[in-house]
């Protein structure tokens, strides 16, 4: 069975720096999808980054970008320029791409704090 | 997400008392899930469905039924509320492809039982 682990239950980050989110995943399977969501205050789950196993170029998007190692299974997502409305819980989160349920599989969650 | 909401938003309820959780969603996905939130767990399955009708369970799914009689509507209920089920319960829905399509979340149900 596949696991989600998300080894820092809190981080902080001061304005305008860059913060690195860790992830890390076990699987035996060769294809499948890791994403990452992040929930405000609103609760409100918001798809931030999205990255395709074989694909080897790390997706971004904007002010995110990931750092993907497929060997070492580690998905960590940077924040630049940290803003304060990225103030929130962050999600990794785990998808066969040929299960047929297209369950996923969360990590616990990191809290990031952005300090002004 | 405007093509998914959950009723109510917040509810308190009796230990003992059976409660309904309501998923209504307008994309007509075929898949529909239900996840509780707790801290230190995340988000974790209770049970999901991949048709009318067909559901299977997730990984907590004891104390919980699901039913699924429209495409459109999917239903959580806690048969006997415990202590131990108050929870934020999230719906979220993904049109089953093998794409990278992200799930899509209803905003969530704050439970508390007493």
């Known amino acids: 069975a596949q696991t989600v682990t998300q080894s820092q239950p809190e981080m902080s980050v001061q304005e305008a720096e860059t913060v690195t989110l860790s992830c890390t995943y076990d699987?035996?399977?060769?294809?499948?999808?890791l994403f990452w969501y992040k929930q405000p205050p609103s609760r409100q789950m918001i798809l931030v980054i999205r990255?395709?196993?074989?694909?080897?170029q790390n997706a971004t998007e904007n002010r995110f970008s990931v750092n993907f190692q497929k060997a070492a299974k580690s998905f960590s997502l940077k924040i630049s320029d940290s803003q304060l409305g990225d103030a929130a819980m962050y999600f990794c989160?785990?998808?066969?791409?040929?299960?047929?349920?297209?369950?996923?599989?969360f990590g616990t969650g990191t809290r990031l704090k952005v300090l002004a | 997400d405007a093509g998914i909401t959950q009723s109510p938003r917040h509810k308190v309820t009796e230990t003992g008392t059976p409660v309904t959780l309501r998923c209504h969603q307008t994309?007509?996905?075929?898949?529909m899930y239900w996840y509780r939130q707790d801290p230190g767990h995340g988000l974790r399955l209770i049970h999901y469905?991949?048709?009318?009708?067909?559901?299977d369970k997730g990984e907590v799914s004891d104390g919980y039924s699901v039913s699924r009689s429209k495409t459109e509507d999917f239903l959580l209920t806690l048969e006997s509320a415990t202590s131990s089920q108050t929870s934020v319960y999230f719906c979220?829905?993904?049109?089953?492809?093998?794409?990278?399509?992200?799930?899509?979340f209803g905003s969530g149900t704050r439970l508390t039982v007493v």
């Open positions: 994309e007509n996905h075929r898949y």
């Open positions: 979220a829905i993904t049109p089953g492809s093998l794409d990278s399509y992200g799930y899509t």
């Open positions: 469905s991949y048709g009318v009708k067909d559901t």
């Open positions: 990255q395709e196993a074989y694909k080897q």
């Open positions: 989160a785990y998808r066969s791409k040929f299960s047929g349920t297209y369950k996923y599989i």
């Open positions: 699987t035996s399977e060769s294809d499948y999808y």
